[in-house]
């Protein structure tokens, strides 16, 4: 019995993801064991896009509102990100990434750059430039900032 094709592309997304979010795993837990991975999300998110409402922080992970705003407590608490009000309307608050969350966010970038490219590397020319265009292809459809224009470069 043949496949369907849409089948055979989610289930090989869902073995690279697994694989991904296991590199992801390693790396944070490596910089810091008690930073959850939706937590390194949330700081993601704001290190792509800077500054962001608890509300917007919210909608760009997908959670609930109460969800986020919990997120950020803990974030603030460890010194990871930082509440600041907005000077046009003083009611506003903002969160953004403290130095201490950017450098988070910038040593797990730069351990999944090492352990991702050991990984590629094992791979063809052919296979890589094939990698690289369905990755891409797949990123764009996700609505994912390109590498290059937020992450730190090793």
Known sequence: MQRDPED???DAVMSASRALLAVVARSLAA???DVTLPQYRALVVLAQHGPRRPVDLAEALAVTPSTATRMCDRLVARELAVRERVAEDRREVRVLL???GRDLVDEVTRRRRTELAGLLGALS???RSSVVQALRTFADAAGEVPEP???VVV
């Open 8 to 10: 055979e592309v989610v």
């Open 31 to 33: 910089v810091d064991e």
């Open 98 to 100: 403290s130095d201490r």
């Open 125 to 127: 020319a052919a296979q």
């Open 149 to 151: 224009d937020w992450a």
